[in-house]
């Protein structure tokens, strides 16, 4: 499948907000104001992938997207997000590789994220891009589940001025 991933544009906003609902159980989906103010923090990159609707037509449609925020050496993903029918097809992958190279180019040597401990497919796509689990943190999503706390260094990172 061919995809393109380019830079988040405000007028995305509502369909990452849509896709995100489409990805994560009421409690666990962000509403519109903490999505916003993701998106609104310092030092954060939001990437969009794109697919073509259709064989015959030349217009895209976003499928997936990711953020990224960091703070001098450390990164963080808040949410990576793909739409259901068209996963395992490398939208994920793409859109984890450009983000990692963002944080990278911000001088990020290591990166941290939670993933519920029940979401095996997201759990084995942070294993398979070599992200390990540190912990387990109790209660971290509303409704009780646990998160694992997962993190990953990053070769080859620009050094960052103190
Ligand atoms: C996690 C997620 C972003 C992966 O996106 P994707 O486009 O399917 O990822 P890719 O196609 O690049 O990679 C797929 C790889 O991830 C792993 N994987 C993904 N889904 C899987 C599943 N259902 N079962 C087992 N492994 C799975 C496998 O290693 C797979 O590789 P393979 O297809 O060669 O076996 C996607 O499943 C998603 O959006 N899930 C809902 C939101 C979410 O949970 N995000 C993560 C929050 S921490």
Same mark, same amino acid.
């Given at each position: 499948m061919k995809f393109s991933v380019r830079n988040y544009r405000p007028k995305d906003f509502e369909t990452l907000?849509?896709?995100?609902? /489409?990805? %994560?159980?009421?409690?666990? /989906?962000? +509403?519109?104001?903490?999505?916003?103010? %993701?998106?609104?923090?310092?030092? +954060?990159?939001?990437?969009? /992938? =794109?697919?073509?609707?259709?064989?015959k037509s030349m217009a895209r449609q976003i499928a997936g997207f990711v953020i990224v925020a960091s703070q001098k050496?450390? @990164?963080?993903?808040? +949410?990576?997000?793909?739409? =259901?029918?068209?996963?395992? /097809?490398?939208? @994920?992958?793409?859109?984890?590789?450009?983000?990692?190279?963002?944080?990278?180019?911000?001088?990020?040597? =290591?990166?941290w994220l939670e993933t519920a401990t029940n979401n095996n497919p997201a759990i084995a796509f942070w294993h398979k891009h070599g992200y390990r689990t540190r912990g387990r943190l109790r209660n971290y999503y509303p409704g009780g589940l646990d998160a694992f706390s997962m993190?990953?260094?990053?070769?080859?990172s620009v050094p960052v001025e103190k």
């Amino acid at each position: 499948m061919k995809f393109s991933v380019r830079n988040y544009r405000p007028k995305d906003f509502e369909t990452l907000y849509l896709i995100d609902r /489409a990805c %994560y159980e009421p409690e666990i /989906a962000y +509403t519109r104001r903490e999505l916003r103010w %993701y998106l609104g923090l310092p030092a +954060t990159d939001c990437l969009v /992938a =794109e697919v073509r609707r259709s064989a015959k037509s030349m217009a895209r449609q976003i499928a997936g997207f990711v953020i990224v925020a960091s703070q001098k050496i450390h @990164g963080h993903i808040i +949410t990576i997000d793909v739409v =259901e029918n068209l996963r395992r /097809a490398g939208l @994920g992958a793409a859109l984890l590789d450009k983000a990692e190279s963002r944080l990278r180019r911000r001088g990020v040597h =290591e990166v941290w994220l939670e993933t519920a401990t029940n979401n095996n497919p997201a759990i084995a796509f942070w294993h398979k891009h070599g992200y390990r689990t540190r912990g387990r943190l109790r209660n971290y999503y509303p409704g009780g589940l646990d998160a694992f706390s997962m993190s990953k260094p990053l070769a080859d990172s620009v050094p960052v001025e103190k």
